[in-house]
């Protein structure tokens, strides 16, 4: 994708072109509505990880009881030793554990949406549509679920459309990546140039960022930048997870994609759960795009190391990186209801994965 066309936009520009229209009532794109679906949470356990730096808390909600692994080292000091037990027995315990991490990027609400949606049907058995969803329901009953419904508030707090749906690539662009001082859209992967990115030369900031400019994607995982990615990081050192899930969006059809600098048997275990997402999409006539590789690393420039990299690093975890549609009318149109459907067919493929695995 072109980065810098030298496309222009100003915040009021940026504002004028969100059209005056509500998102409909199962839609999640909002602190304000975030908190309305936390305050609804009984059955599960809600507990405040971390701060950001404009001091909005981020939130994990778990379900299920936890094992107490005994633990005896860390995991590369474990796999080191050539015995990962020594940091956690996964096969000793009840039922198998995991991860769900919400956007760290602020404007990729679809995840959001997904995951309170998620929280309902754990809650009530029913979506915030009404709709029951047994599926999705009993898979998640088998397992102790861990879910970060939001990454980085601050970026949440910093979009105002609440749904990128029926807008253009421009509009991406400025809300997600933001813009340089003299209104340049700044694109993807241009966003990634400067970090943290601070300074004169940024215009409007991003909802890629946190209100300190930290992408927690791409945090300093040894000499952390910001408070989101180590938090995130010490639920699932904490809690190793047979699978954790890093939600994300972009302007095409849904997909995942494969993580870096994890040994080829985890890419081959996330290429199982592709075949078996993208065959729940076909029967849902939702577009899907080919199973991500399995490879090794290599290539000019190499291939980047990131959060769910890092996740791998800590704990073990087979980590499972999805895009979802925004619904951009030029690029990959999806309705609101389909957004939906693609997160829960997502939940389900890698919560089946996680009981089939443990079973
Ligand atoms: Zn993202």
């Known amino acids: 994708m072109p980065s810098d066309t030298g496309e222009r936009m100003t915040y009021e520009e940026a504002v004028d072109r ?196 930290v992408n927690p994607m791409h945090d300093e995982f040894f000499d952390p930048m910001g408070p989101e990615a180590p938090a995130i990081l010490d639920v699932v050192r904490r809690e190793a997870p047979d699978v954790t899930l890093s939600l994300h969006s972009h302007g095409y059809a849904p997909t995942l994609h494969r993580t870096k600098y994890v040994p080829p048997a985890e890419q081959a275990d996330v290429r199982a759960i592709h075949r078996e997402y993208n065959s729940l999409l076909g029967a849902r006539d939702i577009p899907t795009l080919p199973l991500v590789d399995v490879a090794a690393e290599s290539g000019t420039p190499p291939p980047h190391f990131n959060l769910l990299s890092a996740a791998y690093h800590v704990s073990g975890t087979t980590g499972v990186l999805h895009e979802c549609p925004h619904g951009l009318d030029d690029l990959c149109p999806a309705s609101h209801e389909d957004i939906l459907e693609t997160q829960l067919a997502l939940y389900e493929s890698v919560l089946r994965y996680a009981v089939e695995r443990d079973g």
Request: charged content about 25%; some cysteine; hydrophobic content about 35%.
């Open 18 to 213: 969100l059209p005056g229209r509500g998102v409909p009532s199962f839609w999640v794109g909002s602190r304000e509505a975030l908190d309305e679906r936390l305050d609804a949470v009984v059955r599960g356990r809600v507990e405040t990880i971390a701060q950001s730096p404009g001091d909005r808390p981020i939130r994990l909600v778990a379900y299920g009881a936890r094992d107490e692994p005994e633990r005896r080292a860390n995991f590369n000091s474990a796999v080191a030793a050539r015995d990962p037990t020594n940091y956690a027995d996964r096969d000793e315990r009840e039922n198998p554990v995991v991860c769900f991490v919400g956007p760290v990027h602020g404007h990729e609400v679809e995840g959001l949406t997904g995951l309170c949606n998620l929280l309902s049907i754990l809650e009530t058995g029913s979506d915030l549509r009404g709709e029951s969803r047994p599926v999705v329901r009993q898979l998640a009953d088998q397992c102790r679920l861990l879910v970060v419904p939001c990454g980085n508030p601050d970026g949440l707090a910093r979009f105002e459309p609440d749904s990128l749906h029926g807008l253009t690539l421009s509009d991406l662009e400025f809300w997600g990546q933001g813009t340089w001082a003299d209104d340049r859209l700044i694109g993807w992967p241009d966003a990634k140039q400067q970090h943290p990115m601070t300074g004169e030369n940024v215009g409007f900031l991003g909802c890629y960022f946190d209100d300190d400019g």
